[in-house]
């Protein structure tokens, strides 16, 4: 494995290597020593064209742990703001030595065209394109449900869960949609029609207007953010009428299964997607998909970079 540009280049037994990579990694950073030593003298570059909080700051904390030497690099205030083409940019990070980017880019397509390129020769690790892809965050969802609902097992076999909101925009989604169906969860998605992709009819998935009737019979209720900064047009008639038809409350909380959870990628809109009192009950495990973004970065870079899986007492 070379990059990691979207979940469809993944095969389920390199999946799980990297979920069990993490869970490794995640144990040693409980421990005292958090920093390991593996890619000491690597430098990885964060190319983000594009606002960022969570994964830009997971995979810093991510390289450092590996004691790599990070570069961050954002379009406010560099060049890129100027009009600087993907290639230039890609030009300047080689040389300088660049052995990993993680790029995050408004365009789909762009971390691809940096991995098809002869620009620059290290790994390209897509931290979200466009509307396209975001890999990295459906492995750390996936990394989360495991270890909520994974009864030991290595992939998520016969578990249910729910997909809710802006599918249309969401990178997130698409990204889940094909992990959780390689490793054998199935997955519905609830959305308004207007906030569907066209095509979704032929995703591996099934599709419902009605979130009352779902929420019961899921293990998983996984919300999206409403991105209202890529909506041109109107696609709901205001934010009341979404929330009361598609937003998770404390009403719909009661309906949910012993054991079901509750995540979000972040950033959330409370009050819109989710109420903050659901966003911070019980079932909510979304402060720990952040803490998980970590080890499953950690594992990323270390499959790409390192070459291997880690073993249990392999290290
Ligand atoms: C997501 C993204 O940027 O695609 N956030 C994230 O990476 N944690 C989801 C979103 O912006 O809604």
New binding site residues.
């Given amino acids: 494995m070379r990059h990691l540009l979207s979940v469809s280049d993944l095969t389920k037994t390199q999946a799980i290597s990297i979920l069990d990579t993490a869970s490794e990694l995640a144990r040693i950073s409980d421990s005292t020593i958090k920093k390991l030593p593996t890619l000491r003298g690597r430098t990885i570059v964060n190319l983000f064209a594009e606002d960022?909080t969570?994964?830009r700051i997971s995979f810093e904390a991510a390289a450092k742990r590996l004691s790599a030497d990070v570069i961050n690099f954002s379009a406010k205030g560099s060049s890129l703001s100027k009009g600087e083409s993907l290639k230039d940019t890609a030009l300047t990070l080689q040389a300088m030595g660049a052995d990993a980017v993680v790029i995050r880019h408004s365009a789909s397509g762009a971390p691809q065209r940096l991995a098809d390129s002869e620009w620059m020769r290290g790994a390209v690790i897509n931290a979200?394109d466009g509307t396209h892809e975001?890999p990295s965050?459906a492995l750390l969802d996936a990394f989360t449900i495991r270890k909520h609902l994974g009864k030991g097992s290595s992939d998520l076999h016969g578990l249910r869960v729910a997909i809710v909101g802006d599918v249309l925009h969401?990178?997130?989604a698409r990204s889940n949609v094909l992990l959780l169906k390689l490793l054998g969860a199935s997955v519905v998605l609830v959305a308004p029609p207007t906030l569907l992709p066209v095509g979704v009819e032929s995703w591996p998935v099934t599709i419902s207007y009605d979130l009352d009737s779902v929420i019961p019979t899921v293990d998983v209720v996984m919300m999206?953010?409403v991105?209202q900064e890529r909506m041109g047009d109107l696609y709901f008639p205001n934010t009341r009428e979404y929330s009361r038809y598609f937003g998770l409350n404390s009403e719909r909380l009661k309906s949910m299964s012993a054991n079901s959870i509750i995540m979000h990628?972040?950033?959330m809109n409370r009050g819109l997607e989710i109420t903050a009192e659901v966003a911070d009950s019980a079932r909510s495990v979304i402060v720990e998909q952040v803490a998980n973004g970590v080890s499953v970065r950690m594992a990323i870079l270390y499959v790409l970079l390192a070459g291997q899986p880690l073993e249990a007492g392999n290290k």
């Fill in positions: 960022s969570r994964t979200g975001h965050q969401s990178r997130v999206l953010r991105q990628p972040g950033p």
